[in-house]
């Protein structure tokens, strides 16, 4: 029997409530799982979807109610973990890490935006069993009070306009993305299909001059201009149109994580009112060959 069991619905909302109960500090954890919850049926219609929007979610078998510690565990088709605990010495998730046979340590994995401290477990046990660390990334995970939503101006710039990006657009998407993978395009394209891509087109020759998107966490992710364009304050436009977004049609607190050397990111959020809740590390584990 797996030291991690699958969450029941009365279980996952009463971690809901909890992480409600401590903002901002508990947002991105908030945050994925209101998004799986509202992504839920949306992706169920989509075929061959991106498998980071089917994630389950476990908890440790014997762990207290009050820690809420929890991992969302994705298919081996595209192998994402999220973990969480408001227990201080983390000895739930350790155990776990050593113990689940659910996390397929000798796949490709993704550990998605862990809390430093836990991020540091993971090496552990990485470096302990000789597995292949690939990478690990550091950022910062920050968010934006609504009252400053509202704030923004939307005036499209002139010679543009907004376009909600299709299927057509993908493989432009995926090729601008620093940290693209061989499952990176088909999670742009669920990204797309949910409605949750938009760019600003140059209106006489339709080329997408900057876009963004909104993923699997609800955060403002994949910003990029064209380089020719830039200097226009076309990715800011499309930063403040994703942040409403966010705020009106999913009613979640605006949100991203920005690898910390972006530089130009960090200035250009920090322009928007944006504020640092926590340092937060991305850790990839290598296949085994």
């Not at 101006?153 to 993908?170: A, F, R």
Request: a negative charge.
């Amino acid at each position: 029997m797996d030291i991690l069991r699958e969450l029941n619905d009365e279980e996952l909302q009463y971690i809901t409530e909890e992480l409600k109960s401590k903002l901002p500090d508990t947002l991105k954890d908030l945050n994925y799982i209101l998004t799986v919850k509202r992504n839920k049926d949306l992706v169920k219609k989509i075929e061959n979807v991106s498998e980071n929007f089917l994630p389950t979610f476990y908890t440790h078998r014997r762990g207290l109610k009050e820690n809420c510690t929890f991992f969302a565990i994705t298919g081996a088709g595209d192998h994402n973990v999220w973990i969480f605990s408001f227990e201080e010495n983390l000895s739930e998730v350790t155990e776990c890490l050593e113990q689940t046979s659910l996390i397929r340590w000798k796949d490709k994995i993704l550990f998605d935006i862990v809390d430093r401290k836990i991020a540091s477990l993971v090496i552990e046990q990485i470096n302990k069993n000789n597995y292949k660390l690939k990478l690990s990334v550091e950022g910062s995970y920050y968010y934006l009070k609504k009252e400053k939503v509202y704030q923004f101006d939307l005036s499209i710039p002139d010679g543009t306009y907004l376009k909600k990006l299709t299927e057509t657009d993908v493989k432009f998407c995926t090729s601008t993305w620093e940290w693209s993978s061989e499952t990176t395009e088909n999670f742009v394209r669920t990204i797309i299909l949910i409605d949750c891509a938009y760019g600003l087109c140059d209106k006489s020759t339709d080329e997408i001059l900057s876009f963004g998107t909104i993923n699997h966490y609800s955060a403002i992710s994949m910003l990029y201009t064209v380089e020719h364009a830039r200097g226009k304050k076309y990715g800011e436009f499309i930063a403040k149109y994703l942040a409403v977004k966010i705020a009106e049609d999913f009613s979640l607190i605006p949100n991203c994580c920005i690898v910390t050397s972006n530089i130009a990111s960090e200035k250009l959020f920090n322009k928007l009112g944006y504020e640092r809740i926590c340092d937060i590390t991305w850790v990839v584990v290598e296949e085994a060959k």
